[in-house]
């Protein structure tokens, strides 16, 4: 009804921000704000909202911590451990050890992967098919190549001695 | 760590304000440039410089009391062994808070712990009570009950910060809690002023809309009836 855009929402938005700081909150200092409150039902009520949420914390306990020359003590020490572990020998090695180990969890992983996979997959491995049509030994025995005769005379033992020399 | 001398001259002397303040910067740079040569003493002093506004946002962020000197001291030898890439554009100060807040968002995670408060056994009343514990009254002579009060108040919030996300969360925490302005706060999260008061102003709208919903579902209240 008066016009106000979302620009202009958000621009007091942070105005209205700044008047929680204040304590106690006022919106009298910032008669635009007041203003534009007056016409905008939804800034008012998120400036009713905000205000619910500032007086929330206001009697929050704030936290405990002392500080102490302990504390700097403990600090300054534990910079100390760190440095000596950064400049220890050993340290040098350490990125190299990570490395390996990670390499050898990967390699295992990658190994066991493959080897699942080829147990599982691989049709090289796999037990070959049962023979389940009816075949007469004749036939099976056909498919394999017959055992050379045995030599019956001595030249024929020669000859396949000649044979074997000539790479038959 | 090598050891060198203390860093030649003191805290500056105060003259007008914004003169002290320059001269604390100057001071305080020095200081990191001294540190950043490997100089512990001038870091120590950088320590004890932001000792307590350092517990003060971690302390606000974390709120267990055991944990939060062991996360700001973390913070610290992390900053420490950092330093030599820390190139002066921002003040110490505001590097510093931003690892710190980063340091507990990795608390949160690392632990994956949602702070362990429960208030679900609290009756409308005590819930409505809380709202109207008296704004600013800081001092020695609060009652037991007053502090009782208090402390069941920190519980719903911390409940209630729970539903926002940690960068509003944080910059919450930080205002209300740890007393940083918003120009330190913009700093540390790099976001511009204007932004961080329109996110903080919505987040308390959100922080409302949670408390309202707790209200609503808490049995035996007429609204939820």
Same mark, same amino acid.
């Given at each position: 009804m008066f016009g106000w855009n979302e620009k202009d929402c958000y621009n007091y938005q942070a105005r209205m921000e700044d008047c929680l700081g204040?304590? @106690?909150?006022?919106?009298? @200092?910032?008669p635009e704000l007041a203003a534009h409150l007056r016409g905008c039902g939804k800034c008012r009520e998120a400036f009713t909202a905000a205000e619910r949420s500032a007086r929330l914390f206001a009697g929050v306990e704030k936290p405990d911590v002392q500080p102490s020359e302990a504390f700097v003590t403990r600090v300054m020490a534990s910079i100390r451990e760190a440095e000596a572990n950064l400049s220890a020998p050993a340290a040098v090695w350490r990125p190299l050890e990570v490395l390996a180990s990670r390499f050898a969890l990967v390699s295992a992983v990658v190994l066991l992967a493959l080897s699942v996979f080829l147990g599982e997959f691989s049709p090289a491995l796999r037990q070959p098919d049962v023979v389940t049509s009816t075949t007469t030994g004749a036939e099976v025995s056909s498919d394999w190549p017959e055992p050379p005769a045995q030599p019956a005379t001595q030249d024929e033992v020669l000859m396949s001695l000649v044979d074997v020399d000539n790479g038959i | 760590m090598r050891s060198v001398p203390k860093v030649e001259g003191k805290q500056p002397l105060a003259g007008s304000r914004t003169e002290a303040r320059a001269a604390e910067a100057d001071y305080e740079r020095r200081l990191v440039r001294e540190a950043q040569n490997g100089n512990a003493a001038a870091y120590e002093e950088l320590v004890r410089i932001h000792q307590p506004r350092l517990l003060a946002v971690v302390g606000g962020i974390l709120r267990r009391n055991q944990d939060v000197e062991d996360v700001a001291q973390q913070v610290l030898v992390k900053a420490y062994l950092s330093l030599?890439?820390?190139?002066?554009?921002?003040a110490f100060g505001t590097w510093l808070y931003k690892i710190a807040v980063n340091e507990c968002w990795d608390y949160f995670r690392k632990k994956?712990?949602?702070?362990?408060?429960?208030?679900?056994?609290?009756s409308e009343e005590q819930l409505r009570q809380m709202e109207v514990?008296?704004?600013?009254?800081?001092?020695?002579?609060?009652?037991r009950e007053d502090a009782a009060a208090r402390a069941q108040q920190r519980q719903l919030l911390d409940r209630l910060l729970d539903e926002l996300d940690e960068t509003d969360r944080s910059m919450l925490v930080m205002k209300e809690?740890?007393?940083?302005t918003v120009e330190e706060i913009s700093e540390v999260f790099g976001l511009n002023v204007n932004t961080v008061k329109v996110r903080m102003f919505r987040a308390r709208g959100r922080l409302v809309e949670a408390y309202e919903r707790r209200l609503k579902t808490r049995p035996g209240s007429p609204r939820n009836s």
């Open positions: 204040a304590a @106690p909150i006022a919106i009298e @200092p910032d | 030599k890439r820390f190139d002066l554009r921002s994956k712990v949602r702070r362990m408060v429960y208030e679900a056994d609290l514990v008296p704004a600013h009254t800081g001092g020695a002579s609060r009652s809690v740890s007393g940083f």
